[in-house]
């Protein structure tokens, strides 16, 4: 596989991740401190597999340039260039799935589905 530099060039899209911190009393999700990551948005229907097993439908696909641990619980957010809107559920589409693409050199790069 390609060096995940040499897929730069596809990546126009900035979109921040920030993990799951706790919960607050009324048990709304709190976060932690967002991190930018340069993205590639993919709007291409299909279905995956969630972490625990079902199968659902994700609207699209989120490729980082990145290989850092992504969990389903954490919060993105994506641009309202990216999405054309301003609604949350647009911005912050929830996390159904998570993949890694590995290379012979290890982990190359993430894969949300959302």
Do not use: C
């Not at 972490?51 to 980082?64: D, F, K, P, R, T």
């Not at 012979?104 to 589905?113: A, I, K």
Request: glycine share 4%; aromatic share 6%; net charge positive.
């Amino acid at each position: 596989m390609r060096p995940i530099s040499g897929w730069a060039h596809l990546m126009s899209s900035t979109v921040t991740i920030a993990a799951r911190a706790s919960a607050d009393r009324f048990g709304k999700p709190t976060y932690g401190t967002a991190t930018s990551y340069i993205a590639h948005l993919s709007r291409k229907r299909r279905m995956v597999r969630t972490a625990a097993g079902q199968e659902v439908v994700s609207e699209q696909s989120i490729h980082l340039n990145t290989n850092v641990d992504v969990l389903p619980s954490a919060q993105v957010t994506l641009s309202t260039a990216d999405v054309s809107s301003t609604e949350t559920w647009a911005l912050n589409p929830l996390i159904v799935a998570v993949t890694r693409a590995f290379d012979q050199n290890g982990p190359h790069h993430v894969t949300l589905y959302v």
